[in-house]
């Protein structure tokens, strides 16, 4: 009997794109504390925070492959989270205007019988145009991205705050790289097709 799957996250985005694999899993909250450790890279916040969050449902699937992923957006070393606010949006993609984003997807697929971690970071450029305040505003009034790190959803009409998009994966911009997780079921010996 092959193992459940199980998607450590509330993310309806990530809930929706692993629902395209057309895989049978389950979700459950990870309950993870998110801060950031003192020196910790952006990098390596992401990576760290996708195997706690597969880790801390393991207790509760001691049986399962657990999916635990993290973004993080980053400019200069700064890091750029759920803005959670109109005036915090608006703030962002101001700052966000004109620059290149690295958005750095954390991917963990853990085997909680044998305890072992596939942990892989991709990254994805995103650069986005020089944006007016009108242009802003406009966008936040259609889509309010608020719970979205960066204000914008590339899935969305946040497409047309970009001037151009780097990566291997596209879906790893909205949190969760399916080309990475397909290879990583695969040497758990699921098989995606």
Do not use: W
Not at 124 to 131: A, D, E, G, K, S
């Amino acid at each position: 009997m092959p193992q459940k799957l199980i998607l450590a996250s509330t993310s309806p985005y990530r809930r929706e794109l692993l629902g395209r694999l057309g895989l049978p899993f389950e979700v459950a909250n990870p309950q993870t504390d998110e801060t950031p450790l003192p020196n910790e890279t952006p990098e390596a916040l992401s990576l760290r925070l996708a195997e706690a969050k597969a880790r801390a449902v393991a207790e509760h699937y001691p049986d399962a492959l657990i999916i635990g992923s993290d973004q993080v957006a980053t400019v200069d070393g700064r890091i750029y989270g759920k803005p959670g606010s109109h005036e915090r949006a608006v703030a962002q993609l101001r700052e966000l205007s004109g620059k290149t984003v690295n958005f750095f997807t954390g991917l963990c697929l853990l085997n909680a019988t044998t305890g072992n971690a596939d942990i892989r970071g991709i990254p994805t450029l995103v650069t986005f145009r020089h944006l007016s305040i009108d242009e802003i505003e406009n966008y936040l009034r259609r889509e309010p991205a608020y719970n979205c790190a960066g204000s914008a959803k590339s899935e969305g009409l946040g497409i047309a705050l970009l001037s151009s998009m780097r990566g291997d994966d596209p879906n790893a911009l909205v949190g969760l790289p399916l080309i990475a997780l397909c290879d990583m079921l695969h040497q758990q010996g699921m098989s995606v097709l």
